[in-house]
């Protein structure tokens, strides 16, 4: 490959006019390196600009400000018939008066390819998806499973460089939705190929991807490993997006190299804590603990970070409890898993009871204020 | 809506409307076996009248004309008309609720006055009134039929078809003619046998912008009628609601069969 | 960095075509160009001319004379042609009010029908419809007219010995045209009521609704837009409308399409005609304009 990325992002701005005349900046000022061969992700609410980059990408809108990289080579104005990526729509957007071979074909037609080319290419490409029978079916005699699958066919057969992804699981259920999530991502090994795909579910970012952007309101807000979104979130908005975690207003006491010290006004009380960006001390932060790190026990501990606190609700998930506590007047979550095999009501949590948590420190993380 | 059973005067009531309805038309075919030119009484059963009717060389003329007027006009006006309703549709320009406007006027106007102010149109621009004149009328009153019924049907077309196929390298022209005109066909499809229909029946603009040499078929039937009341007319009438019948049947189960 | 990036050196166009390939507006204009164009031409100017053509004069041997004036316009003052003006007004309410209180229980009817059924009551709808409509009239004709199939009947039925002489009156008219149009008002009626949702009238019966309440509060008022597209597709051609009352009103029942048609053809007072023109087409747009405020009417529109 020429270029260092598969593709890039510099500095691109997308701004739109609303019917009532208001501009409506959509993509702001994005930086995106996407490297060859990964399983990449846009995360995201709607309205958060995932959806307008991707289309970017694949030459459905041009953008405002800034220009968008594929292989080191700048589109420009470039239509989406001459960029060497394809899409995987939302909607499948399968050609309905079409077998799904001819769905399949398209693309190849449009290269001019030969028609014995076309026929091995194309049977190849249902081998894939494994919807070799089906290819005299019109899309209406489909399930919507076998429909996606036939999308991702009719994109992949012309091994583009980068493949887009628009949500393409969204109208599936649940199980299915699993499914295709481990097959999309093993066909990503097997084909190698780079893979763009955008989302608002966070678990099946979080499942299939190598690297996650996370975007809200036209920025990205962080970019990385899903290990790395999850435990170091660098703002509040992600840490609030991915997962669960509860957050407390707080100022640096002290700084130690990546530890520091956070006062809690509301408990009037410090806690240490991992800064994950610098921070000086007198800065107003949010500290952000997630449940699950949460250590509760029904006996006051020593360590630091120990909270007194009273259970005012608890909900039994089957694997895990969920408990809501009261601690010095502040909403505090506490997951725990449940080791126990009993039905022994006197081993559950119950309301009222007092408990005691103890907040790891690597796991208090000092976010900034916004 | 509800299974429930209507009203006894309810169900009574729509058989005597279908009565009314059908009755006239039932008397005509009836009547065109009669036996007797005056067409008054029923004299016995002859099928003497599908002869001359066979034979009416105006009447072979007008249908020829008809058809070429029909024809013609519906083509034109169905290529126009789609053209608009992809531009209604899909696209925001200057002037989008006056070419809005323009295009509901044909369907607003009495037709009276759109064939008398055709007849001035063509009589300023000296332009001898004939088969050219009626088709390029028919044209003007079709392309807004076309249109609105091309673009009722273009409500939940799913843009993303088109994309797709320019993601696979398809380039405008041939997303239009390889996936956009074969989804949306059905559409124009209805909007030209709209155009087919209306043209065929016209009579009062026809009537405004037909030569002294042109005739068509409703305005021969008109005279038929006015000034010359044979049983040839429902040998005429009646054959030419059986033609009615049987293309809406072969629509009807058309359609059946498709759902 | 600048708003225009790069253009890569592959896509080598005409500027022409380049435009209107990436600017959306230039699309639509291009496409809608033809119709507009042709609409124009063959819609527009013909009804300027005939507006200008309004307020000229007719010459002694018919031609036309470039004077300007009212005289027409207050020609048509004359309580001759204001009578004829609210007569039309008044067949074309009575049209429309009778083809409605006859149509909708019929479109009542279909759309409340089985689906198998109500095609083919549907179908049984459109066969007269899509006839042509002076067979339909003539179909009537020889039901009225003296010793004709409606007098046959009545004397059979021993009801009167003497001929009812119902053609070429008022009343004969009002049942062409009624029968004309009663297809027009039906199925956007039908449309409308089809609509709506099985759910919305249980929904209401559950709330303690009796069945006339249903109706009057849910199923009326759901079905006014059908109602509003009925009515124009039935009042406006049927004021101008002149080949019923020609051939079933005889010279008792004239319109003002007759009049029109009358100016153009046989007195050939085109000038006279247009004015006449002028006023059923103010008619017609004054009315359009009111009652089609209304939304959601091109749906019913489309049947």
């Known amino acids: 490959m020429q270029s260092e990325f598969a593709v890039e992002l510099r500095d691109v701005v997308k701004k739109f006019i609303t019917p009532e005349g208001n501009e409506l900046i959509a993509v702001d000022h994005v930086n995106m390196q996407i490297r060859n061969g990964e399983f990449f992700s846009m995360l995201g609410s709607s309205g958060c600009g995932k959806t307008t980059s991707l289309r970017m990408i694949a030459g459905f809108e041009w953008p405002t400000e800034g220009d968008i990289y594929i292989e080191g080579e700048p589109q420009g104005h470039r239509p989406p018939f001459l960029r060497p990526v394809n899409t995987v729509f939302q909607s499948y957007a399968l050609f309905q008066h079409m077998t799904v071979f001819q769905n399949v074909a398209f693309g190849l037609e449009m290269e001019h390819a030969t028609k014995s080319e076309i026929k091995s290419r194309v049977g190849r490409a249902l081998e894939m998806v494994r919807l070799s029978s089906m290819d005299r079916r019109r899309p209406s005699q489909l399930s919507g499973g076998q429909q996606q699958r036939v999308a991702l066919a009719r994109a992949l057969v012309k091994t583009p460089d980068v493949l887009l992804l628009d949500e393409p699981l969204g109208a599936l259920d649940l199980k299915l939705r699993k499914e295709m999530q481990l097959e999309l991502k093993a066909l990503q090994q097997q084909v190698g190929i780079t893979f763009i795909y955008v989302t608002h579910d966070q678990e099946e970012a979080l499942t299939m991807s190598d690297r996650i952007a996370v975007m809200s309101y036209g920025r990205v807000l962080q970019v990385g490993p899903a290990v790395e979104i999850y435990e170091r979130p660098t703002s509040r908005f992600v840490a609030d997006f991915i997962g669960e975690s509860n957050f407390f207003d707080g100022t640096v006491k002290a700084v130690n190299q990546k530890k520091a010290v956070v006062t809690i006004p509301a408990w009037k009380q410090d806690l240490q804590a991992t800064l994950v960006a610098d921070a000086a001390a007198g800065d107003a932060v949010v500290v952000s603990v997630r449940p699950e790190k949460i250590q509760i026990s029904e006996q006051p501990k020593t360590n630091d970070n120990c909270l007194e606190g009273v259970v005012f609700n608890s909900t039994y998930i089957g694997s895990d409890t969920h408990l809501f506590l009261d601690v010095g007047g502040q909403q505090v979550k506490a997951w725990e898993q449940n080791r126990v095999s009993s039905l022994d009501p006197h081993l559950f949590y119950r309301k009222d009871q007092k408990l005691w948590l103890t907040f790891p420190a690597e796991n208090v993380l000092v976010l900034p204020k916004e | 809506m509800s299974e429930k059973k209507p009203p006894v005067w309810l169900r009574i009531y729509t058989f005597l409307v279908y009565l009314y309805i059908y009755i006239p038309i039932i008397i005509l075919v009836i009547f065109s076996f009669n036996n007797q030119k005056l067409n008054i009484t029923w004299k016995g059963f002859t099928t003497q009248w599908y002869a001359v009717l066979f034979h009416d060389r105006l009447v072979q003329l007008a249908t020829r004309n008809t058809l070429i007027i029909a024809l013609v006009s519906t083509a034109i006006a169905t290529i126009i008309g789609t053209l608009a309703a992809l531009a209604m549709q899909r696209y925001r320009f200057p002037g989008y609720d006056a070419s809005e406007a323009l295009m509901y006027i044909p369907i607003v106007i009495p037709e009276v006055v759109m064939g008398i102010s055709l007849l001035v149109f063509f009589v300023l621009l000296n332009m001898k009134l004939g088969l050219v004149t009626i088709t390029l009328s028919h044209i003007a009153f079709n392309i807004p039929f076309v249109a609105l019924v091309v673009r009722a049907r273009l409500h939940g077309y799913d843009n993303s078809i088109d994309e797709a196929a320019m993601d696979l390298g398809a380039n405008e022209m041939t997303t239009f003619w390889r996936v956009t005109l074969p989804t949306i066909m059905p559409g124009i499809l209805a909007g030209a046998m709209l155009a087919l229909t209306l043209s065929l029946d016209d009579y009062v603009i026809t009537y405004f912008t037909a030569g002294p040499g042109s005739t068509t078929l409703p305005l021969r039937v008109f005279s038929m009628v006015r000034f010359m009341v044979t049983p040839e007319v429902n040998a005429l009438s009646t054959i030419w609601v059986l033609i009615v019948f049987v293309i809406l049947l072969i629509g009807q189960l058309a359609r059946n069969r498709r759902a | ?303």
């Open chain 3, 1 to 303: 960095m600048a708003s225009s990036a790069a253009v890569p050196t592959d896509v080598k166009r005409p500027s022409l075509l380049r435009l209107i390939r990436e600017n959306k507006v230039a699309q639509g204009l291009t496409l809608i160009g033809p119709a507009n164009v042709y609409l124009v031409l063959f819609m527009v100017v013909p009804l300027i001319l005939v507006g200008i053509l309004s307020f000229l004069s007719r010459g002694e041997y018919g031609q036309v004379l470039f004077q300007f004036n009212l005289s027409n316009y207050t020609r048509l003052l004359d309580p001759i042609y204001g009578r004829i003006l609210l007569y039309s007004l008044g067949v074309g309410v009575a049209t429309t009010v009778l083809s409605l209180l006859i149509g909708y229980p019929l479109a009542y009817y279909i759309a409340r029908a089985p689906a198998r059924q109500r095609s083919l009551l549907l179908f049984l709808v459109l066969v007269p419809f899509w006839t042509n409509f002076i067979i339909r009239i003539y179909a009537w004709i020889m039901i009225l007219r003296a010793g004709g199939f409606l007098d046959t009947v009545v004397q059979w039925l021993h009801i009167s010995d003497q001929p009812l002489h119902l053609l070429y009156t008022p009343t004969a008219v009002m049942i062409g045209m009624v029968y004309e149009f009663l297809p027009f008002m039906i199925l956007p009626l039908f449309t409308s009521l089809e609509k709506i949702e099985n759910a919305v009238l249980e929904a209401a019966a559950d709330l303690g609704a009796p069945p006339y309440r249903v109706f009057l509060r849910v199923t009326l008022p759901l079905s006014i837009p059908g109602m509003i597209a009925g009515t124009i597709l039935v009042f406006i051609p049927a004021m101008g409308m002149f080949v019923i009352p020609d051939l079933m009103g005889g010279a008792k029942t004239i319109l003002i399409g007759n009049v029109i048609r009358n100016q153009f053809l046989t007195a050939r007072d085109w000038p006279f005609g247009a004015a006449a023109s002028m006023i059923l087409m103010v008619l017609t747009m004054v009315f359009t304009f009111y009652y089609a405020r209304r939304a959601g009417l091109s749906e019913e529109l489309v049947v």
